[in-house]
């Protein structure tokens, strides 16, 4: 499994990412987590709004900011 | 390339049908106006209707979503609604006495009228 979090590098961002660490961690599962910066890539996902999450190629949120626990029952 | 931070608040989504009549094609330049002028963001109505999960996600997000509809059939508030969203503001171009037809010579002032319209009825709620 693979958790993409989409975002410029600001506040929000670097907080999305942080939750995803959080609930991977807590899962105990095998989950990458990484961060994508790249204007173009974030928008080859259809994501106008930012920070965004996807769980193996599909947005499950954008725009906000969802908590670790939520995350933790997506990748359940 | 858009290099701009997309971690703006979008309070405000407009979706325009841009349909093949000349009503559809209004519609769509008048969304482009108004985002040129700040009174919300252009989004993809393609997307809603392909349900591609970004666009979907992304409107979740906004907190006013405004169809711009050519005529009576209304496919901008129709594909929102079946997407499941809720279109709080939405107009029809033919409303404001703008005849269909299949004339792709768009007429500036028709476009000025829509963009007019919806700026005034935009502005007016978010006064009240």
């Known amino acids: ?76 | 390339m858009n290099d701009r931070c997309l971690c703006e608040q979008n309070e405000i989504l407009i979706f325009a049908c841009a349909g093949s009549a000349n009503v559809g094609q209004i519609a769509n330049q008048a969304a482009i106006q108004l985002a040129q002028h700040g009174v919300g963001r252009y989004f993809c109505l393609a997307g809603i209707g392909g349900h591609v999960s970004g666009m979907i996600e992304s409107t979740r997000a906004g907190k006013l979503l405004v169809g711009i509809n050519g005529c009576s059939v209304a496919c901008a508030t129709k594909t929102l609604e079946h997407a499941g969203f809720l279109v709080g503001e939405h107009i029809q171009v033919t409303d404001l006495g703008i005849e269909k037809n299949h004339d792709l010579h768009l007429n500036p002032s028709d476009v000025g009228k829509v963009v007019h319209h919806l700026a005034s009825r935009i502005s007016k709620r978010k006064e009240g």
Do not use: F, H
Request: proline share 3%; hydrophobic share 45%.
């Open chain 1, 1 to 76: 499994m693979k958790i993409e979090v989409l975002g410029m590098g600001c506040a929000s961002c670097n907080k999305l990412y942080q939750n995803a660490l959080e609930a991977v961690r807590q899962s105990g599962k095998e989950v990458q987590v990484v961060k994508v910066e790249d204007i173009q890539k974030i928008m080859s996902y259809g994501v106008l709004s930012t920070p965004a999450l996807v769980i193996d190629g599909v947005v499950k949120a954008a725009g906000k900011l969802p908590k670790a626990e939520e995350i933790k029952e997506w990748i359940k």
